[in-house]
């Protein structure tokens, strides 16, 4: 069965960094596009990256310049690399995968003070 796992979440300052991971495992990950959403208190789900099965991204516009996403189809892993990070980044970040729409793994929290 299909299963996402997030990592990599934390607190940091405004302008600091994080990394966060998604192990993806039970289906044809290299097939399928990936994308990172995230949920802020009281806030609706919301796109914040995609990646087509080929490599090629998209950013939301609020992250643009900020947030980088990657695939790793030998290990079966999805980053974000987030730079220059805002308080209104704060939420909770979860990856999806197109091989099973509507499906959300446990996500991690990203705290930015």
């Known amino acids: 069965h299909v299963q996402l796992v997030e990592s990599g979440g934390g607190s940091v300052q405004a302008g600091g960094s994080l990394t966060l991971s998604c192990a993806a495992s039970?289906?044809?990950?290299?097939?399928?596009?990936m994308g990172w959403f995230r949920q802020a208190p009281g806030m609706e789900r919301e796109g914040v990256a995609s990646?087509?099965?080929?490599?090629?991204?998209t950013v939301a516009d609020s992250v643009k310049g900020r947030f980088t996403i990657a695939r790793d189809n030998d290990k079966r892993m999805l980053y974000l690399q987030m730079n220059n990070l805002k308080t209104e980044d704060t939420a909770v970040y979860y990856c999806?995968?197109?091989?099973?729409?509507?499906?959300w793994g446990q996500g991690t929290q990203v705290t930015v003070s």
């Open positions: 999806a995968t197109g091989a099973v729409i509507g499906y």
């Open positions: 990646i087509t099965s080929e490599g090629i991204p």
């Open positions: 039970g289906y044809r990950y290299a097939s399928y596009c």
